[in-house]
């Protein structure tokens, strides 16, 4: 059963790593390391069961190979999950242990804080490992991803507002932004210093008040963010928010945020398509934060960070470039642009691989 999964959704090495003392359940999964070591986050959470971590990790280290090829990272894809509860099973036993996974595998595989991981626990990784990214500054490490992901967003809302509106004057234009957490209080104040209108939401008032009082945003409520007269829906919260309750609700001519999963499902990006709203896929716009831990491996430097977030601007003008020359919906044409990326670069590193075309990536989607 694991294989047959495995073999459909195209990965090439699953890890199981348990460690009985450090109470250690952990799955690494690498999906494809054509392109270079395959990057992407470690996540910790209580799964309800092994079959439920099995296809979390499955699907998000095929979502980090697609990530990775569309920000021109020369990564491939991978993720790992820990079974366990964050607020709870956390010990330096743990961690470490995880670090000695990772390190046995000498490099295919490199680590970083996703969901319910924090610098601290990467510290005790990086005893075990050299391996890992996101760790602190004092170690060389990029810090806070959030300033560059929202500065990253931005390169892509250019791109965005180019296609759509053929002028990229971001100050001419409103904004819907749900949620002003750490990437959508920088995002926001970003789009305020250009001047343009914001309506704001977030679940946390307190933010909201800091939007409003700090960067003259304009609050309306957690549902009413949806009938916003706005240009731009911005999600920056959650995912799956753009769906069938929503989606007729939306006056936007774009949506473009740095939530992650932001359409609920494939069908909802076709039908975003047909209402002539342009989606600025999410993974291509939100790639600010792993291409700045993707410095660490070669030695983080900032100047080279933001030379980098401006790449966006260019891959998510590519995208919409191949959806117009395909007809295909943007959701789609994104995952086109790394699947031809991998096979172009695969084909220089192993020429006998481009006969099999783009199906050597699996047929699993979600990011
Ligand atoms: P965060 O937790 O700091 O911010 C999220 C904010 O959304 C919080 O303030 C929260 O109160 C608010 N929120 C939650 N539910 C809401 C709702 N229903 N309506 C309105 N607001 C709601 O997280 P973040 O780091 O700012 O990340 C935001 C999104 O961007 C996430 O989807 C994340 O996966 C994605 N992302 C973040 C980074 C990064 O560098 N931090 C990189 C890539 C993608």
Redesign the pocket.
């Known amino acids: 059963m694991i294989f047959e999964t495995i073999a459909t959704s195209g990965h090439e090495e699953v890890v199981f790593c348990h460690n009985k003392e450090a109470g250690l359940k952990a799955i690494i999964a690498i999906h494809n390391t054509v392109l270079g070591p395959a990057l992407g986050g470690l996540r910790m959470w209580p799964y309800q069961s092994e079959a439920e971590a099995i296809n979390d990790v499955l699907r998000l280290s095929r979502g980090m190979t697609y990530k990775n090829a569309v920000a021109g990272l020369n990564l491939g894809g991978g993720k790992a999950v820990i079974i366990g509860d964050p607020a709870k099973d956390k010990s330096e036993a743990l961690f470490r242990a995880f670090g000695r996974f990772v390190n046995s595998l000498n490099g295919r595989y490199i680590t970083a804080e996703d969901v319910g991981i924090d610098v601290n626990d990467m510290e005790w990784v990086f005893r075990e490992t050299e391996f890992v990214t996101g760790v602190h500054q004092v170690h060389g490490g990029s810090g806070?991803?959030?300033p560059?992901?929202a500065y990253g967003t931005m390169q892509g809302l250019m791109a965005a507002l180019n296609a759509r509106f053929g002028s990229e004057n971001v100050g001419k234009y409103s904004y819907a932004v749900?949620?002003?957490?750490?990437?959508?209080m920088e995002f926001i104040k970003l789009l305020r210093e250009h001047g343009a209108k914001v309506f704001v939401?977030?679940?946390?008032p307190d933010?909201v008040r800091r939007a409003v009082d700090e960067h003259g945003c304009t609050a309306v409520g957690?549902d009413e963010?949806y009938d916003v007269d706005a240009d731009v829906y911005s999600?920056?919260?959650?995912?799956g928010?753009v769906n069938e309750a929503t989606l007729p609700r939306l006056k936007c001519k774009i949506i473009c945020?740095?939530?992650?999963n932001q359409l609920a499902t494939d069908a909802i990006g076709d039908e975003v398509e047909k209402r002539g709203i342009l989606y600025a896929p999410d993974y291509a716009v939100?790639?600010?934060?792993?291409m700045n831990v993707s410095l660490e491996i070669d030695g983080y430097n900032r100047e080279r960070a933001m030379r980098m977030m401006r790449t966006i601007y260019h891959n998510v003008g590519r995208i919409f470039q191949i959806a117009k020359r395909d007809r295909i919906p943007t959701y789609k044409a994104a995952d086109r642009m790394a699947e031809e990326r991998i096979i172009a670069i695969g084909k220089l590193k192993l020429p006998h691989m481009g006969h099999n075309g783009p199906r050597f990536l699996g047929r699993m989607r979600g990011h």
Not at 286 to 290: F, L, M, P, Q, T
């Open positions: 806070d991803p959030s560059f992901t749900q949620g002003a957490g750490h990437v959508g939401t977030d679940i946390n933010l957690t963010i999600p920056c919260a959650l995912g928010t945020g740095a939530a992650n939100n790639a600010g934060g792993v």
